[in-house]
């Protein structure tokens, strides 16, 4: 399924989501606490959030299932598609571009970098 | 713990079906893995705290999503790009196929049988109209419960726009009492409800079949049939006569709506939206005119039955066609997204709105005395010219930009057919409506058009 109307910017459970997966495949509850890890606990996905979230992901075709065999019972498990590749790429550019308005803001009023 | 896992996994099932259907034992065991690690860690209560604190935000957003523009996007640019159709699909089982037609008859024994059949012939004045309007509202209003939590079911189009008409016919009766009491301001009340209501059921209809095309004609047949009952007096027609024009209508609404399911086909769909009004409405303008019998219309002929007939046939197939349009109009903007294009089919479609508004302002003003609606009638006047002007020429560059690097004008032409007829809608409406049962040349002009607006409008809404 090809990329829909992605918005930017993204909220940041979704960021932090496509972070997680971005270093390759989980099932959700990895994701969870990869999550909850990476922003240093400061975002905390409850199970709804969390799969409400992957829900509009998979409806945009940033992320894909994936079923895998685990203990003779089907696992799902969720990656990355090349869109959401692309979609996170395009969200952390504009991220860094603010951050670089921002600095030659704060640098030519003489206050140090943020 | 048990217990509180049950009880959360109760919770879960609050989400819509097909989420539930997807995720729902996925979620399951993610909560209970969260849950045996937080009664580890000694952090249950936050646990649970945030589990039940997100729940609620984490449902409303899923349901926007299951219903609005997420879904609904994946539908306007699926399969053939102009909204699903359901060509592809076989039909439906004649279980689905009869649900779908289903209310068109209660509400057949609701206004026909009840009134013209009972009360007439037993003198039943016991309340049995009333409680068979509680007892169906209860139904239908059942019927979007179960629909919500259990997915949005093929058959259910004509069941959730008959609630929507009994919900609006609630809200006026509630409205006569209430003015009655205070005496207010009747006819301004009487006319932003009158308004309120028309542009609702616009909406409710554009996003029901932003959903599913074929869904937006079955949701279109009830305000069909509703505007042919109310709208003819009929009351020195014998009531025999009248039931069974009237019956003939629901029947036809009813056969109608389970043939659209049993063979989901947009071209049959299309046509047997379109033969409601056209078959059903003739004989109630006939009754109209013929039925009365001698001294109540001195010359009864069949060009009076036209002018009865044609204003009305013209109206009710604009909301048959009209949905369909905007949802081309739509598919035109998506497919010009990343030039900007979807910003701009939105500004035309308001400006649209604002026409229609206009429309019916005009329509309330030229009918009767209420003159302070003369300047929010010219303000959206304005509005709707500059918003659909503007929209357009930019949507016209958005398109060029994005798929005429060959050359191909055929999009662009399409886009301009799509807009005429469109624009033509509040028109339309404005144009027909103060001219209902009138006389001349120029309302026979203003009929014909409509007519060749219906036609055009059914050439271009063609896959």
Sequence with gaps: MKEKNTPYPMQEPTLYILLSLRGGEKHGYAILKEVAELSEGRIQLSTGTLYGALYRLLDQGLIEQVKVKDNGRGKKIYRLTRSGLEAFNVEVSRMKHVLREVNKQVHSTGEGQV | ?463
């Design chain 2, 1 to 463: 713990m048990t217990t509180i896992a049950r009880l959360f996994s109760l919770f879960f099932r609050l989400y819509p079906a097909r989420f539930r259907a997807r995720f729902g034992s996925e979620m399951e065991e993610v909560f209970q893995a969260g849950l045996k690690e937080a009664h580890v860690q000694g952090a249950l209560f936050g646990y649970l705290m945030r589990e039940a604190i997100l729940l609620p935000t984490s449902l409303v957003s899923t349901y926007m999503w299951s219903m609005g523009p997420g879904e609904g996007r994946q539908v306007a640019v699926s399969s053939m790009g102009r909204g699903t159709t359901g060509m592809s699909m076989t039909g439906e089982r004649w279980g689905s196929s009869i649900l779908a037609g289903l209310p068109h008859l209660l509400i057949w024994i609701l206004m026909v049988v009840i009134p013209d059949f009972v009360i007439r012939e037993t003198a039943n004045q016991i309340g049995l109209q009333d409680l068979l309007v509680i007892l169906i509202s209860g139904l239908l209003l059942g019927t979007l419960i179960y629909n919500l939590f259990k997915g949005w079911k093929s058959w259910s189009g004509s069941w959730i726009m008959y609630l929507f008409i009994m919900a609006m016919a609630w809200l006026n009766q509630l409205f006569y009492q209430l003015t009655q009491s205070t005496t207010q301001n009747y006819a301004l009340g009487d006319t932003l409800l009158y308004l309120g209501s028309a542009l609702l059921l616009a909406y409710v209809l554009y996003k029901i079949t932003c959903k599913n095309r074929l869904w937006g004609l079955l949701s279109a047949i009830p305000p069909m049939v509703i505007i042919w009952n109310i709208s003819f007096f009929l009351e020195f027609v014998p009531a025999r006569l009248t039931a069974l024009a009237h019956s003939w209508l629901f029947l036809l609404a009813f056969i109608a709506a389970v043939w659209m399911l049993r063979t989901k086909r947009f071209w049959a769909a299309l046509a047997l939206a379109m033969v409601v009004p056209t078959l059903g409405g003739f004989p109630i303008a006939y009754l109209e005119i013929y039925g009365a019998g001698p001294g109540y219309f001195p010359e009864p002929n069949l060009t009076n039955v036209f002018r009865q007939y044609l204003p009305y046939l013209v109206l009710n197939l604009a909301i048959v066609l009209g949905p369909q349009l905007a949802v081309k109009f739509r598919f035109v903007g998506h497919e010009a997204a990343q030039a900007g294009g979807k910003a701009y089919y939105r500004l035309v479609l308001g400006g649209i709105l604002c026409g229609l508004v206009y429309s019916f302002i005009h329509t309330v003003v030229s009918t009767g005395e209420v003159n302070f609606l003369n300047i929010p009638m010219q303000v959206f006047l304005a509005i709707g010219i500059i918003l659909s002007l503007l929209g357009i020429a930019l949507l016209f560059v958005a398109v060029y930009k994005h798929k005429t690097p060959d050359g191909d004008i055929s999009e662009l032409v399409h886009l301009g057919a799509l807009f005429l007829l469109l624009l033509f809608l509040p028109v339309l409406v404005g144009l027909v409506m103060p001219s209902v049962r009138g006389v001349g040349f120029k309302n026979w002009l203003i009929w014909w058009i409509g007519i060749a607006w219906v036609i055009g409008a059914g050439i271009v809404v063609k896959d």
